[in-house]
């Protein structure tokens, strides 16, 4: 089919062409006395898209699941007992992480379409008169549901608790998108991966540590190697890298940052904003609901339900098939329920509009009784005004 594939998946999202220009180079020395000259300013801009100026990023040669596993493994010891509220498919898959690590998990199920409880952490946290629980797991921006939890309000428990837990939040799809405060948030483990926001492809896990959890790094028994910080710490001091790193990626990242801390990381979560709003705008147009609960839409990700007897993977194929454009599906216990719409990354008003009418028009094909062009008159009315 004529034209690119029109990318409209929570991840992988669309890469820049000055970002696959950047990596599109041969391959060099890392041991190189120049290769520092790369490193140590990418690992320096990091904290500006994390928003910490007292913690330290990391970048692994891994994926996003890989960042739940080096915050787990480098600061925990083994059996440590662990918080964690599932909310959907990805708080799941790091509830099921922590237990085959053999963490004691404490999960609190949650409705899928509601974030963290913050009221409920906070009288857990309380009744913890032994602070046994060592790390709290939040997820912030649910990808599966498209569900914000609010970090503030989950630090802000953990002090009225006067609680000492770790606070380790799973920022793959909110950071370099979405507000993220990694040190006003008191965030001791911030994850995220190379393919969302940072609008790169799969490759790297992006983390950043807080002076706290770097000193239980220093001490955490739980065996590790690959992950092991020590072995970053000891080698990026000097711009360098444990084991070969993937070059093209890290000028890859280079390039992001540069896009990002142009564009400046607020005016990059009002875009996002913005994208989310219009794509909202039209959802309820069509007469959809979001998966979200009122409160806790996403800006990354909007999960749109559709009515029983209907089957989102019908939407998904049509406009795979028919209209080039790919939807995130349903994961798990909401298949077939509701399908994603990705507004993240390296996206504006127009290419948003494109996907809304691909959208609209896979649902006219598969019998919704929607109005020709409503989704997208909805959106573009906000667009124009708010431009
Ligand atoms: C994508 C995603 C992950 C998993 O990242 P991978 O890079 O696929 O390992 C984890 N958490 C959230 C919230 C995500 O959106």
Redesign the pocket.
């Known amino acids: 089919m004529a034209g690119r594939n029109h990318l409209t998946i929570?991840?992988p999202t669309n890469v820049p062409h000055e970002i696959l220009s950047a990596m599109h180079l041969p391959m060099e020395d890392h041991r190189s006395p120049i290769f520092p000259d790369l490193l140590k300013p990418v690992l320096e801009d990091l904290k500006k898209v994390f928003r910490t100026e007292t913690g330290q990023a990391f970048v692994f040669p891994?994926?996003?699941?890989?960042?739940?596993e080096i915050a787990l493994t480098n600061t925990l010891n083994p059996g440590d007992k662990v918080l964690i509220y599932r909310f959907g498919q990805?708080s799941h898959?790091?509830m099921s992480m922590a237990q085959r690590l053999g963490f004691e998990v404490e999960m609190h199920e949650v409705e899928w379409g509601k974030g963290i409880p913050v009221d409920a952490l906070e009288a857990r946290l309380l009744a913890d008169s032994e602070q046994e629980i060592k790390a709290v797991l939040a997820?912030?921006?649910?990808?599966?549901t498209g569900v914000t939890s609010d970090i503030a309000g989950v630090r802000k428990a953990m002090d009225a608790a006067q609680h000492s837990a770790l606070l380790f939040v799973?920022?793959?799809?909110?950071i370099a998108s979405m507000e993220f405060n990694m040190e006003e948030w008191g965030i001791d483990a911030a994850?995220s991966?190379?393919?969302?926001g940072f609008m790169l492809p799969?490759g790297l896990?992006i983390l950043a540590f807080s002076q706290k959890a770097l000193t239980a790094a220093k001490t955490g028994t739980y065996p590790r190697c690959f992950f092991d910080l020590k072995d970053q710490i000891a080698t990026n001091k000097d711009g360098y890298t444990p084991y070969t790193p993937s070059t093209p990626m890290i000028h890859g990242l280079r390039k992001s940052l540069d896009i990002l801390l142009e564009e400046g990381m607020k005016n990059v979560y009002a875009r996002h904003y913005r994208l989310a709003e219009g794509t909202r705008l039209a959802i309820k147009a069509w007469g959809l609901e979001l998966c979200a609960q009122a409160g806790f839409e996403s800006d990354t990700v909007s999960a749109v339900m559709v009515p029983e007897g209907k089957d989102a993977k019908e939407i998904l194929s049509v406009a795979f098939n028919k209209y080039n454009i790919s939807l995130g599906a349903g994961l798990t216990e909401v298949a077939g329920k509701l399908f994603r719409i990705g507004h993240m990354g390296d996206m504006n008003d127009v290419s948003m509009l494109g996907s809304i009418a691909g959208v609209e028009m896979a649902l006219l094909d598969c019998g919704y009784d929607i109005q020709a062009g409503s989704g997208v008159a909805a959106a573009l009315e906000y667009y124009r005004e708010t431009a």
């Open positions: 929570p991840g891994a994926t996003g699941t890989a960042g739940w990805f898959l790091w997820t912030h921006n649910e990808t599966a799973d920022g793959v799809s909110s994850v991966g190379s393919q969302k799969a896990a």
